[in-house]
């Protein structure tokens, strides 16, 4: 039996069509005694800390069973009801990701609330949409901070309630205004088994669950209406293919009831909210939750994870990292790069032998056990989506024994339609299709032979099945827009489907360039080949309806330094100054010529600016889930743009 054929046919009790509340029940049931959540101390002031479960002791992680999680569930949604709760009232969630943030979810989902969700970067203005678009009844915020910002608005919205997950509202004269504490301790007097199950089922499958916000970067946010069943079939089919399937070998990794995961992605986005959230926890597996991003080398190491979901920016930046600590001299920077070349090597050879067979065994002694050591030692999976991962970035990680599969998906799909199988990874791919999930591709949107390096059909994306929304809140007339007159919802993305039924992503619709020439240029894949290029931190791609492509470049200034001083070169203290330097200047050039290498004429990068400024959330260039603001980026740096494209050739800077 093939793996397909395996997927299609497997039977198991994680599997089922019932609503996310059932759902998580039922996996207490089979999972009571093991442990669900890890949790920090010293980071949050926890209202629920000493009510509801223990507090975790500084600097360290505490853990709660899936028998304990249930417990302070099932409060939370009596709690939830006593505050007027009903079936079909909208809740909003405005928080980091972090262990209530489950906890509250799973409360709302069986008190049959939908839950609308909230970005904690959201702006009062941002927070304001998002909760009056959908009518919201109550908001569940984080903290004193994002109260505030909600009470700056509050007079636009028709709040019945505002929850503070953490203690130390400063409104407690206010009748309307709870900590989430108050809600436990309402729902722990007042919790009736019977009323409980009832509302537990009440919802149908096909009732909506949540309402997720796009982005908007193209205009305003619209909310993607995800039932039970839309999210439900979603975890069903990602299961299918990556949990422990009796048809695996005992070494391909999985995802059920021994796995391990670090969440640190946004809950309010789909893909953690789906891989990161129902996924695990239908699954049986423990999810520990992370400060940040840049918390990550010290919270791997002390979870121990056997997995966990990101986006490819992250993995970047984990590389960065490594790569910085494993080149602090001459020698041990040679030895770095003897061993990823080896790495590399290993992966990408069909038969390996046994003399790489040994170099690889030499490289992992001296480098990628550090690695791995470093993000815990127990790394059997990374999920990357969200955005392209460079192919040359994930043959690295797969070299040095952590595989990352990359996937697709989108907030109108649960989100995933492909990923990568963990017994037959494509790297360069986002795999095929899941089960149940039809594809095809509309090629008249793409002219023939652009946009396309690989054999099979190219053109946009169309998606049918059952984790497909049925469309947007209340914009009748996007809906009607996003899908094709026999019922494909058109993802807006441009792909390639090979014949062995891979895809191959090249890029959004929308974001593809096309010069004056009439030919078209996808930027993702020009943009990812300078993932592992240690002198380039970030590249942005330019020249809708220009001549030629140009790019901004945001220098890694640390490498830099560290490189220039390896050859004696003083580099100036500030960004802007490096961004002048000569030498600088001459070291990007290497890189872009490097990369220039691998694409058509029409795709290289012609000239280009170098831009001081990281793009990043904080900054607004980047969403929550480290996609590029394209249109933020081009309003920010026009006039490097305008220059690029000016006519007096003396003031551009050209490649070589």
């Not at 919201?136 to 919205?157: C, S, T, Y």
């Not at 995802?255 to 789909?270: E, F, K, N």
């Not at 360039?513 to 930027?523: D, E, F, I, Q, R």
């Not at 494209?645 to 003396?650: L, N, P, R």
Request: with cysteine.
């Amino acid at each position: 039996m093939d793996w397909q054929t395996a997927e299609r046919e497997f039977e198991s009790e994680v599997l089922g069509t019932e609503t996310l509340g059932r759902m998580f029940e039922n996996s207490v049931e089979r999972n009571a005694d093991t442990v669900a959540q890890q949790y920090q101390g010293g980071i949050y002031d926890r209202s629920l800390a000493g009510t509801a479960f223990d507090p975790a002791p500084d600097g360290e992680y505490a853990s709660l069973t899936y028998a304990e999680m249930r417990e302070v569930v099932r409060a939370l949604a009596a709690g939830f009801r006593e505050l007027g709760v009903e079936t079909g009232d909208r809740v909003g969630i405005f928080a980091q990701t972090r262990l209530e943030w489950a906890q509250t979810d799973f409360a709302l989902l069986s008190a049959g609330a939908v839950v609308t969700t909230v970005y904690k970067s959201s702006s009062p203005d941002k927070a304001r949409y998002l909760l009056d678009d959908p009518d919201a009844d109550g908001v569940v915020v984080e903290n004193a901070d994002l109260l505030e910002r909600i009470l700056e608005v509050e007079d636009d919205l028709d709040l019945e309630f505002i929850v503070s997950i953490d203690e130390g509202s400063g409104y407690d004269d206010r009748d309307d205004v709870y900590t989430l504490a108050d809600v436990y301790t309402l729902g722990d007097e007042a919790f009736d088994e019977e009323a409980y199950q009832e509302w537990v089922d009440e919802p149908d499958v096909d009732d909506l669950a949540s309402l997720i916000y796009t982005s908007g970067t193209t205009g305003q946010p619209k909310g993607v209406k995800l039932t039970h069943r839309n999210f439900r079939a979603n975890v069903n089919q990602v299961y299918r293919r990556v949990g422990p399937r009796p048809d695996k070998d005992t070494d391909t990794p999985t995802i059920d009831g021994d796995s391990r995961m670090v969440s640190y992605l946004p809950l309010a986005h789909v893909f953690e909210r789906t891989a990161g959230h129902f996924l695990p926890f239908a699954a049986g597996a423990t999810v520990a939750y992370a400060e940040s991003s840049d918390t990550l080398k010290e919270d791997f190491s002390a979870v121990q994870p056997t997995g966990a979901t990101s986006v490819p920016r992250v993995y970047e930046k984990i590389y960065d990292a490594i790569r910085e600590q494993a080149t602090e001299s001459p020698i041990k920077e040679r030895i770095f790069n003897w061993a990823t070349d080896v790495g590399r090597a290993y992966q990408r050879a069909d038969d390996p032998g046994p003399i790489l067979e040994a170099k690889l065994s030499i490289a992992d002694k001296l480098v990628f056990g550090q690695v791995k050591d470093a993000l815990g030692g127990n790394i059997e999976m990374l999920v990357s989506g969200g955005g392209t991962l460079s192919p040359d970035l994930c043959t690295l990680y797969h070299g040095m024994g952590l595989p990352i599969f990359e996937g697709y998906g989108l907030t109108e799909t649960a989100p995933v339609v492909t990923t990568n199988p963990p017994e037959r990874p494509q790297i360069g791919t986002v795999g095929p299709p899941v089960v149940g999930c039809e594809v095809r591709v509309d090629d008249s949107v793409v002219p023939d032979g652009e946009a396309a390096d690989t054999a099979g059909e190219t053109g946009e994306l169309l998606v049918r099945g059952p984790n497909v929304a049925e469309g947007y809140w209340e914009k009748p007339g996007a809906t009607d827009r996003a899908f094709t007159a026999d019922g494909w919802f058109r993802t807006g993305d441009i792909v390639t489907i090979r014949p062995d039924d891979y895809i191959v992503f090249h890029e959004r619709r929308k974001q593809l360039l096309v010069l004056s020439t009439g030919k078209n240029v996808a930027p993702a894949p020009i943009e990812d080949s300078f993932a592992a290029r240690e002198p380039v931190e970030q590249c942005m791609v330019v020249g809708d309806g220009e001549k030629f492509v140009g790019a901004l470049i945001v220098p890694n200034v640390d490498a830099l330094r560290r490189l220039a001083e390896d050859e004696g070169i003083d580099l100036p203290d500030s960004a802007a100054a490096i961004c002048d330097h000569e030498w600088v200047e001459e070291r990007i050039d290497r890189e872009v010529q490097a990369v220039n290498e691998n694409f058509e004429a029409h795709e290289t990068i012609k000239e280009y600016r170098l831009v001081p400024i990281e793009f990043t959330e904080d900054n607004d260039l980047l969403t929550p889930t480290m996609k590029k603001k394209r249109r933020a980026i081009l309003d920010e740096f026009e006039a490097e743009i305008e220059s690029i494209y000016a006519e007096d050739e003396t003031e551009q800077r050209q490649t070589a």
